[in-house]
């Protein structure tokens, strides 16, 4: 039984049949997909959830999919760690990071590529596609391998090597392009509606940015049914921050939490940062920018739901912040060694962007705040490669080992 009841305009509430649509036709507002909640409240329960799959399919009653068998590489159930080093280092008293860098293809996008291939498949769409800023691209070719269609991903031509890899590893149609992650999406809009493919991200966006609501709902049951008082979660088209909100808000209203009182943090890079500058200058709209950071994953300058995440930051009582890319590398450093993570860019905006949060004083002792790590370190080497110390090679002798660590074993050893 599905409890989806259609599509609904986020902008003016027009209604629209369960189909691939994704803006308004009266407005161009955002679609989005719409729920019986009081079905759901009568069929659901904490129970529920605990007796379904380890994955993040154990909540699909909540994801708009009408098929049978989703598409599923085995995505979600990721760690909620307790960060109490890290906690220690940045003075915030009950901190968690929710690690989902070790998803299949390692990053969080695994989550919406699932719900929105699954349910493209279901339409009948003939060949799955996406414009990526990396992440996404590894993705959708990860999951099209499974699901056995064909796809073709778009990237920018000058991504990280470790992107690029990880991405044609899968063996998709890899389309490298001379542009920007704007102009590779202009692209695929022009695509998807010449030849009708399903671009996850584009035209299947109603369903796609659904599966953000997991990291919701995981950290919620991961905590024992409870929303923290704080998440920190960084931004590129903004449909994650949103969801997130989304998905602790319907728990709420199916009774499975009390209240929701989360305040939600937005966190982008200095050099892309439209949603901080709006947020900053009180401004309504987002005033598109040209990227110029390390961290890839998040450049996006003109963010599909900038504006929702914005509203979204507003309502709760958050804060958009943002930070440069030398606080980037730092971030990634302090994670790994006081956690053992170790984030790609955009988990170090995340937490740089923590550590500046918790130095305004924006968490209050005792309270809950997570922190959402979105993808893995292994993609962005270069980021990080000259942090390493000179690397000494030793000849394989016990004099030779001696000569070079003899001052250190003192100290190891006492
Ligand atoms: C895509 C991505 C995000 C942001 O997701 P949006 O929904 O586009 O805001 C965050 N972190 C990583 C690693 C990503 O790949
Ligand atoms: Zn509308």
Not at 9 to 37: A, K, M, Q, W
Not at 330 to 355: M, P
């Amino acid at each position: 039984m599905s409890f989806v009841r259609g599509l609904k305009c986020h902008s003016c509430g027009r209604e629209y049949p369960i189909s691939p649509v994704y803006v308004c036709e009266t407005c161009f507002g955002p679609l989005e997909v719409d729920y019986n909640y009081d079905a759901l409240a009568e069929s659901l329960n904490r129970d529920t959830f605990a007796a379904g799959p380890k994955g993040m399919w154990r909540y699909r009653d909540l994801l708009p999919f009408s098929g049978k068998e989703p598409i599923d590489i085995g995505a979600g159930f990721t760690p909620l760690i307790r960060a109490e080093n890290l906690g220690r280092d940045l003075g915030i008293s009950n901190l968690y990071i929710k690690n989902d860098a070790v998803n299949p293809t390692w990053s969080f996008k695994d989550r919406v590529v699932s719900v929105a291939m699954s349910q493209a498949r279901e339409f009948g769409f003939p060949v799955m596609g996406c414009a990526s800023t990396g992440n996404l691209a590894a993705s959708v070719a990860a999951h099209a391998a499974r699901a056995g269609l064909p796809c073709y991903v778009l990237i920018p031509a000058d991504l990280e090597k470790g992107k690029v890899v990880n991405a044609s590893i899968y063996g998709p149609n890899l389309v490298m392009v001379r542009g920007n992650y704007d102009d590779v999406n202009r692209l695929c809009v022009e695509i998807a509606d010449r030849y009708g493919w399903a671009f996850v991200n584009i035209n299947m966006r109603p369903y796609y940015s659904e599966g953000s609501k997991t990291l919701a709902y995981e950290v919620a049951e991961q905590l024992g049914w409870q929303t923290p008082d704080h998440v920190v979660v960084p931004i590129a088209g903004g449909s994650l921050l949103t969801k997130i909100r989304k998905g602790f808000e319907e728990l709420e209203r199916l009774n499975m939490v009390d209240e929701v009182h989360c305040q939600v943090h937005g966190a982008q890079a200095r050099g892309c940062s439209p949603v901080v500058q709006a947020f900053e200058e009180g401004r309504d709209e987002i005033r598109p920018v040209k990227p110029d950071t390390i961290v890839r994953s998040l450049a996006i300058g003109n963010p599909a739901d900038g504006y929702l995440a914005l509203q979204t930051i507003r309502r709760t009582g958050g804060q958009a912040v943002a930070v440069s890319d030398q606080e980037v590398v730092e971030a990634i450093s302090l994670l790994a060694r006081t956690e053992g993570v170790f984030t790609e860019t955009a988990g170090g905006v995340t937490v740089g962007v923590l550590k500046k949060l918790a130095q305004q004083g924006a968490f209050k002792p005792g309270q809950t705040v997570v922190a959402y790590i979105t993808g893995n370190g292994l993609k962005t080497l270069e980021a990080v490669e000259g942090l390493s110390p000179e690397q000494v090679i030793i000849a394989p002798s016990l004099k030779a080992f001696r000569q070079v660590y003899e001052g250190s074993l003192a100290t190891a050893s006492a």
